[in-house]
């Protein structure tokens, strides 16, 4: 090896150190001094000062080289190419022009829609699901993971039991029974508390043997153009997130996705941390993926002109033809330079033409696992620097490589299909991601608040739907403001994954009826039916049932349920004793007698008013 770069003066301290490291260190410092890093070696101490933070240094180095595909060598070159096109400004789409891609509308709960329902539903023991979650719930004011947070708090359901309850319930409801694969990516941050939040919770029902933990590893921050990177101190690296498109390196990597594939599952769905109603379009999008033969298939929501939601889009050109999410901030000046100069504007319909990107994705295993053994997982990365000015020469603050799971599609080819899915918002997309100021700054100037609120508000709109398309009359009271941020005060209804996963399900199960005003109605059980209940005002219905209790409930409910009370000025302030989840709202519900009706033993019920 030569080490002549030791003789550099800057290097005297790592020269005074350098028989302290072994021979695989030494060779991988060595190759890092070459590609321009001798900033990382700098001004070491001499031997006998600081010698475990040397140590713990040069640990953290190899496990980066090795959890990086490439190595950190490899990561460097990435940088470097990658900073040389951001600073010229150049066009990822350069040559391509956009149309609008294979779509299929399902935003109406049409014959179509229960048609791709059931052919969704025949295939619940053969999807595994993918849960992108490695995200704090800091910016909400939540101080734990994100899948800890109720999605809703008149039962206070986290989002990781939520998801939980569907994947049994997919499970009751398939012919073979077989466990739903759960495969959760996670972060340095949240896994140690996502594994406590499981075994706090026996795992809420899964068997432990299918739920498999994907730790996702951090890169190195950058300093400048030329790649260098980043130091927090002498012995310490700067390291960042590296975004949600690891998950296919680490299905990879972990030999899960090849696993999976080898015991039968066909599909994969990948859901976000805080998007409750994911499940909602489960079967109806894993049916049109069976039967479109999509090789992925990207959920979308009807995208108003502007919004700051990526665009789907059809990108042809040069021979080439990619379905890609293009980001709002790209799709404006794209459409302007190719097919309308007016860029990101309505059609007809109001909308954008080009669908909105949930970030939930429906992936044909087949397809997938080739792809990834061809690939190694790696899919495109892209740098977002912050430069000080308009020389691009200077970065506010450190940069760092990320990528994007739903930018698969770039490594496929033309023998991979491509399609879009297009569903309610409200039924698919109410991401919990913005605390209540943010909400309610975002709803003034006309935007979606995405916030603990409009998620729980959406959550019980979707029951209502259920209740509907059942054949139940609903009347759905006045919308009201919490701290700026919208709320519909009722009906608040709760349809748990094992009463019903699919329209046709809930149809067999409820009878006419009317539900109305700021009444409440949860049903979990796989053997509930309703025949002609009514409630109305704040009156509210709670019947649960164990496997093998047959339930009917009839009739009209009257008292005074559960009340929503809006938290006080000193409710909500840091130091009070409320909980975080109820803080991040602004209000809670207090139940003033609602009816609740539990059978823990088999057998036939009736429930009368």
């Not at 959890?67 to 950190?72: D, E, I």
């Not at 502007?306 to 999410?325: H, M, P, Q, S």
């Not at 970030?359 to 790696?378: D, F, H, R, W």
């Amino acid at each position: 090896m030569d080490i002549a770069f030791l003789e550099n003066a800057e290097l005297a301290g790592l020269k005074a150190n350098w028989e302290t490291i072994s021979a695989d260190q030494q060779a991988l410092i060595a190759s890092l001094v070459a590609e321009g890093q001798s900033n990382l070696f700098s001004n070491w101490d001499d031997a006998g000062t600081n010698d475990d933070a040397k140590a713990a240094f040069v640990d953290s180095l190899v496990k980066i080289n090795g959890n990086y595909p490439g190595g950190l060598i490899g990561y460097i070159h990435n940088a470097r190419k990658l900073l040389a096109e951001s600073k010229t400004g150049a066009n990822p789409f350069e040559g391509l022009s956009p149309e609008q891609p294979d779509k299929v509308d399902l935003t109406t709960f049409t014959a179509d829609f229960e048609k791709y329902e059931a052919i969704g539903a025949q295939k619940f023991d053969k999807v595994g699901v993918v849960l992108v979650a490695g995200g704090l719930g800091e910016r909400l004011g939540y101080n734990g993971i994100k899948v800890d947070i109720a999605v809703e708090v008149l039962e206070e359901t986290t989002y990781l039991k939520h998801y939980a309850d569907n994947l049994l319930a997919m499970q009751a409801r398939s012919e073979s029974k077989r466990p739903v694969p759960f495969i959760i990516m996670v972060s340095q941050d949240t896994g140690p508390k996502t594994i406590q939040s499981l075994e706090n919770n026996n795992y809420f029902g899964l068997q432990k043997d299918k739920v498999h933990i994907l730790q996702q590893e951090l890169v190195p921050a950058i300093a400048d153009n030329d790649g260098a990177l980043a130091l927090k101190d002498t012995y310490e690296l700067i390291l960042k997130p590296h975004g949600h498109g690891d998950i296919h390196m680490l299905l990879h990597t972990s030999g899960v996705a090849a696993k999976l594939a080898g015991e039968g599952i066909e599909y994969f769905m990948f859901i976000q941390d805080t998007n409750g109603p994911s499940f909602n379009t489960l079967p109806a999008a894993v049916g049109v993926s069976v039967e479109k033969d999509y090789d992925f298939n990207s959920l979308a929501i009807r995208r108003k002109a502007g919004e700051a939601v990526g665009g789907l889009a059809r990108l042809v050109g040069g021979g080439k033809e990619f379905t890609l999410n293009v980001e709002y901030n790209q799709l404006d000046p794209l459409l302007r330079a190719t097919i309308n100069p007016e860029g990101d504007v309505a059609d007809e319909t109001g909308f954008s033409p080009f669908p909105g990107n949930c970030n939930t994705l429906v992936i044909k295993t087949a397809s997938y696992v080739k792809i990834l053994e061809a690939s190694q997982g790696i899919i495109a990365e892209f740098v977002n620097p912050k430069y000080t000015d308009e020389t691009k020469t200077a970065f506010k603050k450190p940069t760092r490589l990320e990528t994007m799971m739903q930018d698969l599609p770039k490594l496929f080819g033309e023998s991979e299909k491509v399609g879009v899915t297009i569903f309610d918002r409200m039924w698919s997309f109410s991401p919990n991601k913005n605390n209540v100021a943010d909400a309610a700054a975002k709803v003034a100037s006309g935007g979606p608040a995405d916030a603990s609120a409009t998620a729980e508000n959406d959550f019980y709109a979707a029951g209502r739907a259920r209740l509907e398309a059942a054949g139940m009359t609903v009347t759905t009271a006045d919308e009201i403001k919490i701290l700026g941020v919208p709320f519909t005060a009722g009906p608040k209804v709760i349809l748990r994954p094992s009463f019903a996963m699919t329209l046709d399900e809930g149809r067999g199960k409820v009878s006419g009826g009317s539900i109305s005003g700021e009444s409440t109605l949860i049903i979990d059980g796989s053997d509930i039916s309703l025949d002609q209940v009514e409630l109305s005002g704040t009156s509210a219905l709670v019947v649960k049932a164990c496997e093998g209790a047959k339930v009917t409930v009839k009739g009209k409910f009257e008292n005074e349920g559960f009340v929503l009370v809006e938290l006080s000025e000193a409710e909500r302030a840091p130091e009070s004793d409320v909980e975080e989840y109820i803080k991040i709202r602004g209000y809670r519900f207090e139940n003033k007698g609602a009816a609740v009706f539990e059978f823990n033993e088999p057998g036939e019920y009736t429930v009368e008013a």
